[in-house]
């Protein structure tokens, strides 16, 4: 009797041994982050030491020793030695298709003045055929130093680009894409004179005689980029979409190394989501995506509910966005006021979609559960954006959970702020756009409307409204650090401010490029901050952008990105 007793007791330890074993290899992460400063963005925890990763989820978040117990023989450990770590940036505004090409085309944000850009375009022509086209992007005027002689309203005259580039048209897109700049070779296939006339929405720039100058705002765009598209027409489908290919994935990878896991692309037409799908499908590019469309209502209205998806492709792709226009940017003057520009009182900007247009896909988006993403910049634009989703409130009574967004809200009359919150509407903005656009804001609008109204955070946050946050690349470079420490300080790289009171907290600028940005894409519960089931999506920095002097911000360095517990850049 003794002897059996001895033996099941055996047996009994002997099965729990083995359980305890099989419990241990079951509980085996993946991937394990340990010796760091994690801020997790989770209001119930929000600093540990470590974390681990199984499969493409955070599994557990603690201290070393609580995360020790899961590290098997597989296990990739990353000893982060200190290093800061916090949930993957999502870029809630940027162009996928614009970042790749500015990757190729000539760069033109760092031109000082018009004569960098001349030569430039100048370098771009060696070698170059007559009649190939030279594409580049990145001017502003306002940044000029010296100011281009002769000039028009800022702008500068084409001729001494023409000379230096007679045989190549060139098309130049503004550093905030509302505005082109063409050459004489250009306008004479456009067939350009003094005659022409401007487009509903848009403007030819012209001297004191009528001459074109070579710039063309907003709509007036589509005169030059038509010939662009009659150009590449010449190629066929395949070189095309190759040539997207090239690009989307160029941008992706630029996106990975700066940190972003998620990208929040702010316009892709159908044909190039179709592509974005192929790639998602052949598990090309890492980059998680959330895609607004932006297509004519004609093709949008047969076909949007085809084209919905949601976190296709292991959480990689959504579609379930429209995007469209209010109005153009403050640089070129195409933002649209309720009071005439400061520095040219006879302009008001631009309405470039007819607001019965914008109410016919608002309600395309209603009808079909699309999120409407209205681009709106001067405070005449957000108004009437503001005033269409109002009217779509009363409709719906499940409105404030369609999280309709605006983006930019970069110029807001007083009267409009509070109607954010009401609304439950997403400003959608880029902090980044307040200190690059510092120099010519006041100018603009004068002081007390720039006072009142211009990059409006503070007053926004205290009102109740959710801030996400982005760059807009390639209109600024895909840097979430910099737009972060433009959030928290409102300092260009100078040390200038620009009116300061409306800063953030550290903490909100976090949450404006974390969490609200997972928010604005109905992700919160997937993303944005790291929780127990939440995806593996982690930034590793060099400093504490919490903890770390304000002066050390702009140094710190992307050390890993990692996107669904998979290490897909490491410095």
């Known amino acids: ?9 055996v047996i009994i330890v002997l099965l729990f041994a083995y359980s305890c074993g099989e419990n241990k290899m079951n509980d085996s992460c993946d991937l394990a982050l340990l010796n760091g400063e994690i801020y997790t963005v989770n209001d119930s925890i929000l600093w540990v030491q470590a974390i681990a990763v199984k499969g493409d989820r955070i599994y557990k978040v603690g201290s070393n020793e609580e995360i020790e117990k899961y590290i098997g023989d597989s296990t990739v450990v990353i000893d982060l030695n200190g290093s800061f770590a916090m949930p993957g940036f999502i870029d809630s505004h940027a162009h996928l298709i614009g970042i790749g090409e500015n990757l190729i085309d000539v760069d033109l944000r760092d031109a000082k003045n018009w004569d960098e850009v001349i030569t430039a375009v100048a370098k771009a022509a060696d070698g170059m055929q007559p009649g190939e086209w030279i594409v580049g992007r990145g001017w502003h005027q306002e940044k000029f130093d010296p100011e281009p002689e002769p000039n028009v ?30 050459n004489a070779k250009t306008m004479e296939l456009a067939r350009v004179d003094t005659i022409t006339a401007d487009p509903p929405g848009g403007r030819i720039v012209r001297d004191f005689s009528g001459n074109p100058i070579g710039v063309f705002e907003e709509n007036a765009e589509s005169i030059i980029r038509n010939q662009y598209e009659k ?30 896991t998620t990208l929040h692309d702010a316009g892709e037409t159908l044909e190039t989501i179709e592509i974005i799908k192929n790639l998602v499908d052949s598990n090309s590019i890492k980059l998680r995506l959330y895609v607004m469309v932006n297509d004519t209502f004609e093709k949008l209205k047969g076909k949007l509910k085809d084209y919905r998806l949601v976190g296709y492709g292991d959480k990689r792709l959504t579609v379930r966005a429209i995007k469209q226009y209010s109005d153009g940017a403050l640089g070129s003057r195409g933002a649209w006021l309720l009071e005439p520009y400061s520095d040219l009182p006879d302009t008001y900007g631009s309405n470039v979609t007819p607001l019965e247009v914008l109410d016919d896909y608002c309600r395309l988006a209603a009808e079909n559960g699309f999120q409407m993403c209205i681009h709106a910049i001067g405070d005449r634009g957000n108004r009437e954006a503001l005033n269409l989703y109002e009217k779509y409130s009363q409709q719906y009574d499940n409105f404030k959970d369609m999280r309709w967004r605006i983006e930019h809200a970069q110029h807001l009359n007083s009267h409009d702020i509070k109607r954010f919150a009401r609304l ?43 801030i996400c ?10 840097d979430p650090i910099a737009s972060f420490y433009a959030a928290v300080t409102r300092k260009n790289k100078d040390g200038v401010g620009f009116y300061t009171s409306q800063k953030m907290t550290r903490e909100e600028a976090i949450k404006t490029y974390t969490i609200n940005g997972a928010y604005a894409a109905f992700e919160e519960n997937l993303k944005g901050s790291f929780h127990e089931g939440k995806l593996a999506d982690i930034v590793v920095l060099s400093n504490n952008l919490l903890k770390c002097p304000e002066e050390e911000i702009l140094n710190t360095k992307v050390l890993y990105t990692i996107v669904g517990g998979k290490i897909v850049y490491k410095k």
């Open 231 to 260: 150009y590449l027409s010449s190629r066929n489908r395949k070189e095309l979409n190759q040539e997207t290919i090239r690009k989307i994935k160029l941008a992706s990878e630029h996106c990975l190394k700066n940190g972003i």
């Open 1 to 9: 009797m003794i002897k059996n007793i001895s033996v099941i007791f």
């Open 424 to 466: 439950n509407v997403i400003a959608a903005m880029q902090t980044i756009h307040c200190t690059s656009d510092a120099p010519f804001v006041t100018e603009r609008l004068g002081n007390e409307r720039a006072t009142s109204g211009a990059y409006v955070w503070r007053s926004l946050l205290d009102n109740g409204t959710l």
């Open 469 to 478: 946050n982005g760059t807009d690349a390639p209109v600024e470079p895909i």
């Open 153 to 182: 309203e800022g702008y500068p005259i084409h001729t001494t680009l023409s000379n230096a580039v007679p045989y190549n048209p060139v098309m130049l897109v503004h550093a905030s894409g509302h505005a082109v700049f063409a």
